[in-house]
């Protein structure tokens, strides 16, 4: 096999460049006729021609995972209130659905993944995910305002299983899941750690006391347990390289 070797200025060593094992061709690659930036990458046309290329990013940089497999709950009481949403700024903590990164550059995305598994005595319930970054000030990252009736929610259910009968109590139950892709430096400032939580909370539209269950329903301490159900929910973190 033919190479062309290159000796060191110093030191003694070489670096060389071999051809192919076997081939029948005879290949001629043109080279750049300049040095590409730093981090660039040597690619081909399919044609011989070499030249420098950039990584066009989407790496996935990181990953990180939390469960929670306890049941919770959250009760509002809005007797004697008038119709309005009642799911509070933040809602209650989801106990363990909380996860903290550090991104290696401000030009990354995260990638939100979420699976909550809900039930409601009555009305509507709904989660939402939260960014706090080190020393700043905690937002919601899903649509809608930030303060106002139009809470910054991910997704929202209705309790009831309509082919359940009287046992909605066992049966009524949704997971809500899905994806956001969340920008949280804009490709500007400073890196610095970020924490991400899942609230939970009652969206009712009357009053009345409503409770909202996580990973269980309002039979689970009961001794009908052999209809009740019990889940796991999830929350997950992907770091992509922009």
């Known amino acids: 096999m033919a190479e062309i070797k290159i000796t060191a200025t110093s030191g003694g060593g070489s670096t060389s460049l071999k051809g192919a094992a076997s081939t029948s061709e005879n290949s001629v690659f043109v080279l750049p006729n300049a040095d590409g930036s730093a981090g660039q990458y040597l690619k081909t046309d399919?044609?011989?021609?070499?030249?420098?290329?950039?990584?066009?990013?989407?790496?996935?940089?990181?990953?990180?995972?939390?469960?929670?497999k306890d049941g919770q709950s959250t009760t509002a009481d809005t007797t004697?209130?008038?119709?309005?949403?009642k799911f509070h700024t933040w809602g209650t903590l989801v106990t363990g659905l909380s996860l903290t990164l550090t991104p290696a550059s401000v030009n990354s995305k995260i990638l939100?993944?979420?699976?909550?598994?809900?039930?409601?005595?009555?009305?509507y319930s709904g989660i939402g995910i939260s960014r706090t970054p080190a020393g700043g000030t905690e937002v919601m990252t899903s649509a809608g305002n930030q303060s106002g009736s139009n809470r910054r929610r991910v997704a929202k259910m209705c309790p009831g299983n309509p082919s359940a009968g009287s046992y909605t109590d066992y049966e009524g139950a949704f997971t809500l899941a899905g994806t956001y892709l969340d920008d949280p430096f804009g490709?500007?400032?400073?890196?610095?750690?970020?924490?991400?939580?899942v609230y939970?909370?009652?969206?009712?539209?009357?009053?009345?006391?409503?409770?909202?269950?996580?990973?269980?329903?309002?039979?689970?301490?009961?001794?009908d347990t052999d209809f009740s159900w019990v889940s796991i929910s999830t929350l997950t973190l992907m770091e992509i390289e922009s």
């Not at 399919?46 to 989407?58: C, E, I, M, S, V």
């Not at 939100?112 to 009305?123: E, P, Q």
């Not at 490709?187 to 939580?197: A, E, I, N, R």
Request: glycine fraction near 14%.
């Open 112 to 123: 939100i993944m979420y699976d909550v598994a809900l039930h409601s005595t009555t009305r």
């Open 187 to 197: 490709g500007s400032g400073s890196v610095v750690d970020l924490t991400y939580k």
């Open 200 to 223: 939970f909370g009652n969206i009712a539209d009357n009053s009345g006391v409503h409770t909202t269950y996580v990973n269980t329903n309002s039979q689970q301490t009961s001794q």
């Open 46 to 68: 399919g044609n011989k021609n070499l030249g420098w290329g950039t990584d066009q990013g989407g790496k996935i940089l990181q990953v990180k995972s939390a469960s929670q």
């Open 80 to 85: 004697g209130a008038s119709d309005a949403l």
